[in-house]
């Protein structure tokens, strides 16, 4: 065969090989359709445009909140357009972010919904949230300053009638997918997967301070000792003041957050009496407390109805997983101080498991003095409520 027949042959089978292979596409043909069927056009805007009790329950907040969150996470945000492709706006980021949140869908779902890739739904969701993190982190959580102490204490004497509480904590699970390679590391006592939260709230049914990420295996006593906030306790860097007299009398006692029996009795944090046969002051005492904790289960309910990306196992990395609690926090704050909250949120949790309290820390007799003061102040005249016996 000479070198022109071969050329030939080799032209000829190029161009057949050409005809058979099927050609690929940028972008999928469900895709290119975006601008025309995506749920930004369709659904968003014209919510956005003409009904805004619908906007509020399809974003989870008002369209002025949506604005005002905007404003400070577009800069951040901006993508610059490029020869290939247009960049994504941040308004688009903000709605697909915010609406896998609040549907609780999976990323899957946003790829067909919003008509972009899987993947490019993950990177947009996971930048923003740890841009809401970053952004908002100082206003929507920041580290309280003594004045802010005060405050919360004023709030929980005037809503649950428990003087000087800085707070209400107790930890939470996280339902996610089983780590790769993880062992038993993110297994609880209940035996699914779980990262753990611990997390202080107000009297105004707002997170205070959060930690998340631990172990699932963690119980609550551990999450509390392993936190920053244990840490600022133990080393006095907190900006706690100092002790103040109970109300109606000159018995002072120390500023405290509250708790449930998993968490160790100590100056600055308090706990039920624990057993079954208890005097009348400590079964007050019991009562009164926790009045005061149910604010951060109350809280939790809150942050679970409204994300309810929370009410599912989360199937992404466990670095992705915090990120989105993380960002569920700061925006549970955002919105409770702009828009408030539906009272029918509080009544469950849905998708946050408590913990066992297995992990009983003994009492420290010290500490255990200012707790009797406070039983002995709820039975007091100047201490007690109508309803209290009748209620324990």
């Not at 939260?197 to 990420?213: I, K, P, R």
Request: overall charge positive.
């Amino acid at each position: 065969m000479d070198p022109v027949q071969v050329f030939v042959f080799a032209a000829m089978g190029y161009l057949y090989l050409k005809r058979k292979r099927k050609r690929r596409t940028w972008v999928h043909q469900i895709n290119t359709a975006k601008p025309t069927h995506g749920h930004f056009v369709t659904l968003y805007r014209p919510l956005r445009a003409r009904d805004p009790v619908k906007f509020f329950n399809y974003m989870r907040m008002s369209i002025p909140s949506f604005d005002e969150l905007l404003s400070r996470v577009r800069e951040p945000l901006t993508k610059r357009d490029t020869n290939m492709r247009a960049a994504i706006p941040p308004e688009e980021m903000l709605v697909i972010t915010l609406r896998y949140l609040a549907s609780g869908c999976s990323l899957k779902d946003l790829h067909y919904n919003f008509r972009i890739g899987r993947s490019t739904a993950g990177e947009i969701v996971r930048k923003v949230c740890q841009t809401i993190w970053e952004t908002m982190k100082e206003q929507c959580l920041p580290t309280p300053t003594h004045k802010a102490c005060v405050e919360i204490a004023a709030g929980f004497w005037e809503r649950a009638n428990f003087p000087n509480c800085l707070g209400a904590v107790d930890g939470k699970h996280v339902r996610i997918v089983k780590p790769q390679q993880s062992g038993s590391l993110y297994q609880n006592y209940k035996h699914f997967f779980s990262i753990g939260v611990l997390a202080v709230a107000d009297a105004n049914y707002s997170f205070v301070y959060v930690d998340v990420g631990s172990y699932g295996k963690d119980s609550d006593s551990t999450l509390f000792r392993n936190s920053t906030l244990w840490n600022g306790i133990e080393s006095g860097s907190l900006n706690i003041p100092r002790p103040a007299p109970l109300p109606g009398s000159d018995v002072a006692v120390p500023y405290a957050f509250v708790g449930d029996e998993a968490f160790g009795l100590s100056t600055h944090l308090l706990r039920p009496y624990s057993g079954t046969h208890l005097t009348v002051k400590k079964r007050v005492f019991n009562y009164r407390l926790s009045r005061a904790r149910r604010y951060v289960e109350c809280t939790f309910g809150i942050l679970s109805n409204k994300w309810r990306i929370l009410h599912r196992p989360l199937d992404v990395h466990v670095e992705f997983c915090v990120d989105i609690v993380k960002c569920c926090c700061i925006l549970h704050n955002y919105v409770r101080a702009r828009d408030g909250f539906n009272f029918d949120d509080t009544l469950t949790v849905v998708g946050l498991e408590d913990d066992a309290n297995n992990d009983i820390i003994a009492v420290n007799r010290h500490s255990n003095r200012f707790r009797d003061a406070l039983s002995n102040y709820f039975t007091s005249d100047a201490g007690q409520v109508p309803w209290q016996l009748g209620s324990i």
